[in-house]
Each structure stands twice: as structure tokens, then as C-alpha cells.
């Protein structure tokens, strides 16, 4: 099935991308309900779950405007979300981090997404 022309890899991705954060926020929270590593696990989900919108928010923005920085924003949270929670899970699962201050660099990393988010705001042009 070819992918329809009017929709861009960014909208595509960005899409996917929310669906499967919020798919891995529900399951890391359904996780923590019956494990020891529960805290570990709620905060993955909650920040799983808590920034797939903003996927979406990116996905919509891109078929209808000029906005730039978008896949920037987009990249970043997606790294972002994929170390920070990847972390937590890591140590709840596994026993230990992926490595040295990847949750902390994750945070950082997602909140460059939000503040790219407001750098594209303010640069945006008519389509």
C-alpha cells in the first residue's frame, strides 16, 4: 500500500510516533500496577502518555501551515522520550540504566521539543 502523497513523512511519522508513546504510556502503566519497580514504571508512563499529544500537535501543524523546526521538535522529543523512559524502564526491568544521565538527558531533550515548539510559533509563515 503506497503511502498518499498529501500527507508528508513528517505528518506520517509524527502520528505513528504518538500512537505507539501512547501505546507504551498505557502498557508501562498497566506494568506498574504489578510490579516492585511501580514508581519507575508510573513515570515512564505518565511521560509516555503525556507527550504523545504533542506528536499529534506536530503531525497536524505540518499539513497546515509552514511551521519551522517542526521535525526538529519532533526529533528531539522523540530521543527525548526514548531516553528518559527507556531509562526508567531499563531500571525497573534490567536493574540498571542505559548509561550515565540518560534520563536526565532525555528530560532535557523533551524540553528542547517544547521549546523548539515555541521557536517554530513565533516563525511561523502562511502556507
Known amino acids: 500500500m503506497t503511502p498518499d502523497p498529501r500527507f508528508g513523512a513528517l505528518f506520517r511519522t509524527s502520528l ?3 500512537g505507539l508513546a501512547g501505546a507504551a504510556g498505557v502498557i508501562s502503566l498497566a506494568l506498574s500496577a504489578h510490579s516492585s519497580a511501580s514508581s519507575l514504571l508510573q513515570t515512564a508512563g505518565q511521560m509516555l502518555l503525556s507527550h504523545a499529544p ?33 531509562d526508567l524502564i531499563s531500571r525497573a526491568f534490567l536493574s540498571h540504566k542505559l ?15 517544547w521549546l523548539t515548539l ?10
Open 16 to 18: 505513528a510516533l504518538g
Open 99 to 113: 548509561f550515565s544521565m540518560a534520563a536526565p538527558t532525555g528530560g532535557i531533550l523533551i524540553i528542547l521539543a
Open 54 to 86: 504533542l506528536f499529534i500537535c506536530i503531525a497536524l501543524l505540518s499539513r497546515s501551515r509552514n511551521i519551522p523546526f517542526l521535525a526538529v521538535s519532533a526529533t528531539s522529543l522523540t530521543l527525548g522520550l526514548t531516553l528518559f523512559s527507556g
Open 118 to 127: 515555541v521557536l517554530s510559533a513565533l516563525r511561523t509563515t502562511p502556507k
